[in-house]
């Protein structure tokens, strides 16, 4: 049984210098911000907080199946995305 809180813990990870770094960089629209080396659930936090922040943007996820977008679109709304 996992008893990690998630969304508490995404929240303390998003605040992390380094994820501050990319939320900066989605707001000032520093594009195109490259994501690909991160393993799907840090990048699954990274998205859920850049959805909490920026609550009118949208965003475009690349997944190599339908089986790993699911995964990917479970692990955002476990990490608070709206």
């Known amino acids: 049984m996992n008893t990690l809180p998630l ?13 501050l770094v990319f939320l900066d ?3 000032r629209g520093s594009f195109p911000i490259d994501c690909s080396e ?3 659930p840090l990048a699954s936090v990274l998205v859920a907080a ?13 997944a190599a199946s339908d089986a790993e977008a699911e995964a990917f679109a479970a692990d ?6 709206p």
């Open 7 to 19: 969304p508490s813990f995404a929240q303390r990870l998003a605040s992390h210098p380094p994820s």
């Open 25 to 27: 960089a989605l707001k």
């Open 38 to 40: 991160l393993e799907a």
């Open 50 to 62: 850049a959805a909490r922040s920026l609550p009118k943007a949208k965003f475009l996820v690349v």
């Open 76 to 81: 955002c709304a476990l990490a608070g995305a």
